[in-house]
């Protein structure tokens, strides 16, 4: 079964900081495009980020610009959200997924991880 398969969540205070993985099962990602996207409770999921098979080209939502960054290490079939200066609004689950082209729109991904849950708490 093709799945990604997310981890690095948890409960940090405001302003702390989390790496988030995402590891391929089942395939190799370095030709995909890989998103991340969260979803907090009563709340439509969002695009967060996402990069190219490369990782020469990325995007981000405006509202993680200059505290998130995204990378990827094909080598090791692992796409990373490095996740700083955290606010209670980032709370949400943060899910990874594939697709052809970098953009944040959900619906053209495939291949979603189960989540893993991060909370920005004191």
């Known amino acids: 079964q093709l799945r990604l398969v997310e981890s690095g969540g948890g409960l940090v205070q405001p302003g702390g900081s989390l790496r988030l993985s995402c590891a391929a099962s089942?395939?190799?990602?370095?030709?995909?495009?890989i998103g991340w996207f969260r979803q907090a409770p009563g709340k439509e999921r969002e695009g967060v980020s996402c990069?190219?098979?490369?990782?020469?080209?990325?995007n981000y939502v405006d509202s993680v610009k200059g505290r998130f960054t995204i990378s990827r290490d094909n080598a090791k079939n692992t796409v990373y959200l490095q996740m700083n200066s955290l606010k209670p609004e980032d709370t949400a689950v943060y899910y990874c997924?594939?697709?052809?082209?970098?953009?944040?729109?959900?619906?053209?991904?495939?291949?979603w991880g189960q989540g893993t849950q991060v909370t920005v708490s004191s």
């Open positions: 089942g395939f190799t990602l370095d030709g995909d495009v």
């Open positions: 990069i190219s098979s490369s990782g020469l080209r990325t």
């Open positions: 997924a594939r697709t052809l082209a970098c953009t944040l729109r959900a619906p053209v991904y495939g291949a």
